[in-house]
């Protein structure tokens, strides 16, 4: 059963506090990427990752980080230095970086 | 980085009726995508039309793409209320291996 998933669906943090939002495809998908969407608004890019062990900051990486260890790994920690985390977070991936993205589920990150 | 922008940004009609959004672009693509994000969900690729395509159709869906006004359609026809969500058009102008999304188009299909 091939996909790309999310975990947790809701996250509650304090302020303050980092947390890492999991994601992982089983697509064999060479390309993956985070997306912040606020309510009402488009997706932006936060990092992305064409390959194993590179990524690349989007528009909006100040106060996030990632790693790509694994082809079908690619956590996001949300660090105490994003000034407004509260979001909901989307992972894609795709076989390269002009093709089709398949999107996970999201994880809506509540920071108080 | 925005590059595609849908117009309008929301949209109503009645179920049954046809339901037409748009998608305006700044620089010369390759490609254009549309997405659907049903609330609080991850977005859904819709279609990918080629700049060498002037239109592709998907079940009750069409897409047209002009590239010399730099813009595409997504028309859904017999609109039904499974079809109320988000439409996005991506496009891959800026060339740096990953696409960009526009901030999408709210469709509300009235019962």
């Known amino acids: 059963d091939g996909g790309i998933t999310q975990s947790p669906k809701y996250l509650f943090r304090k302020e303050g506090q980092n947390v890492t939002l999991s994601c992982e495809q089983n697509?064999?998908?060479?390309?993956m990427y985070w997306y912040r969407q606020d309510p009402g608004q488009g997706l932006r890019l936060i990092y992305y990752s064409q390959i194993v062990n590179d990524f690349q900051k989007g528009d909006i990486a100040e106060g996030y980080s990632v790693s790509r260890e694994k082809k079908e790994s690619f956590p996001l920690t949300v660090t105490s230095a994003q000034k407004n985390p509260t979001a909901f977070y989307l992972c894609a991936s795709s076989y390269g970086g002009y093709d089709e993205q398949y999107f996970g589920p999201g994880t809506r990150l509540t920071v108080t | 980085s925005q590059q595609g922008e849908e117009d309008p940004q929301a949209l109503s009609i009645q179920e049954g009726e046809n339901a037409t959004m748009n998608c305006s672009y700044k620089?010369?693509?390759?490609?254009l995508q549309w997405y659907r994000q049903n609330s609080g969900r991850g977005l859904v690729h819709l279609i990918l039309i080629r700049s060498n395509e002037r239109e592709k159709h998907s079940g009750r869906l069409r897409v047209t793409l002009d590239t010399s006004k730099k813009s595409s359609s997504l028309l859904i026809t017999a609109s039904r209320a499974a079809d109320t969500a988000s439409y996005f058009c991506?496009?891959?102008?800026?060339?740096?291996?990953?696409?960009?999304f526009g901030k999408g188009t709210r469709l509300h299909i009235l019962p």
């Open positions: 991506a496009t891959d102008a800026n060339r740096d291996d990953k696409i960009i």
């Open positions: 620089t010369s693509i390759n490609n």
């Open positions: 697509l064999n998908h060479d390309a």
